[in-house]
């Protein structure tokens, strides 16, 4: 099993910056890509930005050079660095990990709310 812990979601102004964290524990297979979705209210969840243990990225393209995803593989961790926040980036963001062989499993975290006022 693996255990997804994020931390860092918050209130923050339109403009504003915030910092999410995601530690990963339990059996973390040695390939694997980790990354971020967002549910805002209403809507289904969507990937935001995603990272595979060698550093290759992808992000969706309403968060294109405002957010920036990296991992520390040694901690096994994964970050979400959000700058120009904007109200349409509300919602709750759950970290996600993908491994495995034959088949790929999905991890989710619990979720961090995010809240960006106007």
């Known amino acids: 099993q693996v255990q997804l812990v994020e931390s860092g979601g918050g209130l923050v102004q339109a403009g504003g910056s915030l910092r999410l964290s995601c530690a990963a524990s339990?059996?973390?297979?040695?390939?694997?890509?980790m990354g971020w979705y967002r549910q805002a209210p209403g809507k289904q969840r969507d990937v935001v930005a995603s990272?595979?243990?060698?550093?290759?990225?992808n992000y969706a393209d309403s968060v294109k050079g405002r957010f920036t995803i990296s991992r520390d593989n040694a901690k096994a961790t994964v970050y979400l660095q959000m700058n120009s926040l904007k109200p349409e980036d509300t919602g709750v963001y759950y970290c996600?990990?993908?491994?495995?062989?034959?088949?790929?499993?999905?991890?989710w975290g619990q979720g961090t709310p995010v809240t960006v006022s106007s």
């Open positions: 990272i595979t243990r060698g550093g290759s990225t």
């Open positions: 339990g059996s973390i297979f040695s390939l694997n890509t």
């Open positions: 996600n990990l993908r491994q495995g062989y034959s088949q790929l499993y999905d991890y």
